[in-house]
């Protein structure tokens, strides 16, 4: 069983050793997900509904009732053009940088590394989507169950290109048996980075920025690794009692 101090470790000598590009890489996927928190947000606009509007001339009501709908207007364009950004563009790019944080495990990984996700455009982009449709659809049932499925598709990105032969549903199939039995120590992982998150508020977000995202991917890249070898030791056990 793998040790929360051990993948750390391994992470945090992995992303020293290659600082630069690691924050970089990091910086993309905080992008990322800043930019789907925002476009999550859009819906609560819905609290317009609240102003008070008593005590308004018609002429101001008009006029409000003009600036409500093209916010609206803007709200449903962005979110629009953020799915789209995020389903053709953006997918693949966190593809490519998790194969950066995984690779940059044994080497000194290059930023090419970033544009792996588009080397396999179509199957990349099917992959993440049905993740990502997946998870929405265990949120909508309840917080609990789509915060324990989001650790059951965590080694997706991961899997994704690892194991090309695979499809789509095989891959997220894949990472949710990979995390069998592994789920509440990795969320002790992520809690366990809980005293640099607060460290990062405080320096608003520099801290985040410089290292704690950085040393974050490069320990979940770590932590797939280390299931990976275990899954590996596995298969070639039961080979092994079946012959």
Same mark, same amino acid.
């Given at each position: 069983?793998?040790?929360? /101090?051990?993948?750390?470790?391994?992470?945090?000598?992995?992303?020293?050793?290659?600082?630069?590009?690691?924050?970089?890489?990091?910086?993309?996927?905080?992008?990322?997900? &800043?930019? /789907?928190?925002?476009?999550?947000?859009?819906?609560?606009?819905?609290?317009?509904?609240?102003?008070?509007?008593?005590?308004?001339?018609?002429?101001?009501?008009?006029?409000?009732?003009?600036?409500?709908?093209?916010? &609206? /207007? $803007?709200?449903?364009?962005?979110?629009?053009?953020? !799915? !789209?950004?995020?389903? $053709?563009?953006?997918?693949?790019?966190?593809?490519?940088?998790?194969?950066?944080?995984?690779?940059?495990?044994?080497?000194?990984?290059?930023?090419?590394?970033?544009?792996?996700?588009?080397?396999?455009?179509?199957?990349?982009?099917?992959?993440?989507?049905?993740?990502?449709? $997946?998870? &929405?659809?265990?949120?909508?049932?309840?917080?609990?169950?789509?915060?324990?499925?989001?650790?059951?598709?965590?080694?997706?990105?991961?899997?994704?290109?690892?194991?090309?032969?695979?499809?789509?549903?095989?891959?997220?199939?894949?990472?949710?048996?990979?995390?069998?039995?592994?789920?509440?120590?990795?969320?002790?992982?992520?809690?366990? $980075?809980?005293?640099?998150?607060?460290?990062?508020? !405080?320096?608003?977000?520099?801290?985040?920025?410089?290292?704690?995202?950085?040393?974050?991917? /490069?320990?979940? &890249?770590?932590?797939?690794?280390?299931?990976?070898?275990?899954?590996?030791?596995?298969?070639?056990?039961?080979?092994?009692?079946?012959?």
């Amino acid at each position: 069983m793998w040790s929360i /101090s051990d993948v750390k470790s391994k992470g945090k000598a992995a992303f020293k050793k290659n600082y630069w590009r690691c924050v970089l890489a990091s910086l993309i996927l905080s992008i990322l997900a &800043a930019g /789907s928190s925002a476009a999550g947000q859009t819906g609560n606009a819905n609290n317009i509904q609240n102003l008070d509007t008593s005590g308004m001339s018609g002429e101001e009501l008009s006029m409000l009732a003009g600036f409500l709908v093209a916010f &609206a /207007s $803007f709200l449903i364009i962005f979110s629009i053009i953020w !799915i !789209i950004l995020r389903i $053709f563009v953006l997918n693949p790019l966190e593809v490519g940088c998790r194969v950066f944080f995984k690779e940059n495990l044994d080497n000194d990984a290059t930023l090419d590394e970033l544009k792996a996700g588009f080397g396999d455009y179509k199957r990349s982009v099917i992959t993440i989507l049905l993740r990502d449709i $997946f998870l &929405a659809l265990w949120f909508c049932l309840l917080i609990i169950p789509g915060i324990i499925k989001s650790y059951s598709y965590k080694m997706v990105p991961y899997i994704l290109l690892d194991e090309p032969q695979l499809s789509a549903k095989e891959v997220i199939t894949r990472s949710r048996e990979m995390m069998n039995g592994h789920k509440w120590r990795a969320f002790l992982l992520d809690l366990s $980075f809980i005293g640099w998150e607060l460290l990062s508020l !405080i320096t608003c977000g520099l801290v985040g920025l410089f290292y704690v995202s950085p040393y974050e991917n /490069s320990t979940q &890249a770590a932590l797939y690794k280390e299931l990976k070898g275990s899954n590996g030791q596995t298969a070639e056990t039961v080979e092994t009692v079946q012959e």
